[in-house]
């Protein structure tokens, strides 16, 4: 496919920790090194025909977006504007939908926790008045995603406190029936890309069940892994989806 305006497509891929950044950059084949820049460090690999920068953000969805914010703003100011950003990484999956070692792409980006409590039970912010609390991706964008990665579609639900009961996934559940996924940068990175005026996906790989909180049942290993065999196959498609991306409304 032809890029609509021009070669050598740029694409910000951001994750939450290093692990992360590591199990994706060990999918990408092509030579890599590191930029300082404001917000941290850039690790950027040229790899088919695309641009490919890697961004540990940081924890939860104020770090995820400042530092994708400064990441597209440093970009557009001193070289070429982002095509695309997808936010990669492990999370917490909704049984039974989303099983331990699965992977999950968004169709939906929710900040499931961005309200206020009142004595009726939790009001979502935009029912408040005072913004969004959902981004809904390209959804040609979602089906290449996981045509080529095999990953479920469904909404992933950004929170700042991870769940640790059945209670509160109960709760969730509730409130997000369509819900697969629970982390903690989605929405934060939407934000960003939203301001930025640039599509936002996110791609998750399910390390562990949403509900009572037992670190020593999670598979954190075993999801890095699928995180890398995902990015691997996404790879050769990341020029296409940056194409996509980038093409004019209508």
């Known amino acids: 496919m032809q890029c609509p305006t021009r070669a050598g497509r740029r694409i910000l891929l951001v994750t939450a920790v290093a692990a992360e950044r590591d199990a994706v950059a060990r999918a990408l084949d092509g030579p890599g090194f590191d930029i300082p820049f404001a917000a941290g460090t850039l690790h950027r690999v040229r790899t088919h025909r695309c641009t490919v920068d890697l ?16 990441a597209l703003t440093t970009a557009a100011l001193t070289a070429v504007a982002y095509d695309l950003v997808i936010c990669v990484g492990i999370g917490g999956g909704f049984q039974p939908g989303a099983p331990v070692g699965s992977l999950v792409v968004a169709d939906e980006l929710v900040a499931a926790d961005l309200g206020a409590e009142t004595a009726e039970g939790f009001v979502p912010l935009s029912e408040l008045g005072f913004g969004t609390v959902a981004y809904l991706p390209d959804p040609e964008l979602v089906r290449e995603v996981a045509s080529v990665t095999g990953a479920r579609r469904g909404c992933v639900l950004t929170v700042s406190t991870v769940t640790g009961s059945e209670r509160r996934a109960a709760e969730l559940r509730s409130a997000h029936p369509l819900a697969l996924v629970e982390a903690m940068e989605g929405f934060g990175v939407a934000e960003a890309g939203a301001a930025a005026d640039c599509p936002v996906l996110e791609l998750r790989a399910v390390s562990n069940p949403v509900g009572h909180r037992d670190r020593a049942s999670w598979r954190v290993a075993e999801a890095l892994a699928a995180l890398t065999a995902a990015v691997g196959s996404l790879a050769p498609a ?7 991306a980038a093409r004019p409304a209508g």
């Open 55 to 70: 961004l540990a953000a940081g924890v939860g969805p104020a770090a995820a977006a400042v530092s994708t914010a400064t």
């Open 238 to 244: 990341l020029e296409r989806l940056a194409c996509r």
